[in-house]
């Protein structure tokens, strides 16, 4: 999705987006992942030019079926990343090319990306995109995405405030972290 004139430009602000066919269709509340895309599309519209480029890399890479299998190992007690490794899978599966061109192709000089993922701003530099900052995606956790969002920080190095996981009262009455 292209907004303004961004053909040539430098330092375009662009969103890499993931498809997240749990959140942003069905409504889950277990991730960020529509509220980032939201939040992009607005930051893009504001700054106006840029670009969100929507990869169909569902579940980090590893596909609709496999994310529903690593749903409900979370409900077991894994998080994401020791779900995807008990499935066998790796912990991000996402590759870049297609963004890369997608950008050569509108003969974008820079960007700057917006992300918390440092091993994305990686990612495409190693595929000749040049990165020249990166703009911080932080939706503020709900209940149910919390402990989520902190296994990205803690576990993969994403770029996300510290905070602390909001409780869940279930209807016996007890309380559970929520994944």
Same mark, same amino acid.
């Given at each position: 999705?292209?907004?303004?004139?961004?053909?040539?430009? %430098?330092?375009?602000?662009?969103?890499?987006?993931?498809?997240?066919?749990?959140?942003?269709?069905?409504? %889950?509340?277990?991730?960020?992942?529509?509220?980032?895309?939201?939040?992009?599309?607005?930051?893009?519209?504001?700054?106006?030019?840029?670009?969100?480029?929507?990869?169909?890399?569902?579940?980090?890479?590893?596909?609709?079926?496999?994310?529903?299998?690593?749903?409900?190992?979370?409900?077991?007690?894994?998080?994401?990343?020791?779900?995807?490794?008990?499935?066998?899978?790796?912990?991000?599966?996402?590759?870049?090319?297609?963004?890369?061109?997608?950008?050569?192709?509108?003969?974008?000089?820079?960007?700057?990306?917006?992300?918390?993922?440092?091993?994305?701003?990686?990612?495409?530099?190693?595929?000749?995109?040049?990165?020249?900052?990166?703009?911080?995606?932080?939706?503020?956790?709900?209940?149910?995405?919390?402990?989520?969002?902190?296994?990205?920080?803690?576990?993969?190095?994403?770029?996300l405030p510290l905070r602390t996981v909001p409780s869940v009262v279930d209807a016996s009455g007890g309380s559970e972290a929520a994944e």
């Amino acid at each position: 999705m292209v907004f303004g004139d961004i053909r040539g430009a %430098s330092d375009l602000p662009i969103r890499i987006h993931s498809e997240c066919m749990t959140s942003e269709v069905f409504g %889950s509340l277990k991730c960020d992942c529509k509220e980032q895309l939201d939040a992009a599309l607005t930051e893009v519209a504001l700054r106006g030019a840029g670009a969100v480029l929507y990869l169909r890399q569902e579940g980090r890479g590893i596909g609709l079926a496999n994310k529903i299998r690593a749903y409900e190992l979370q409900a077991k007690g894994a998080d994401t990343v020791d779900a995807n490794r008990l499935l066998g899978l790796p912990d991000d599966a996402r590759e870049y090319h297609s963004a890369a061109h997608m950008l050569e192709y509108f003969d974008v000089q820079s960007v700057q990306l917006m992300t918390n993922n440092p091993a994305k701003v990686d990612a495409l530099r190693s595929l000749g995109v040049e990165v020249t900052g990166r703009l911080p995606v932080v939706v503020a956790p709900n209940p149910f995405s919390a402990r989520y969002l902190e296994t990205k920080r803690a576990r993969m190095a994403h770029e996300l405030p510290l905070r602390t996981v909001p409780s869940v009262v279930d209807a016996s009455g007890g309380s559970e972290a929520a994944e």
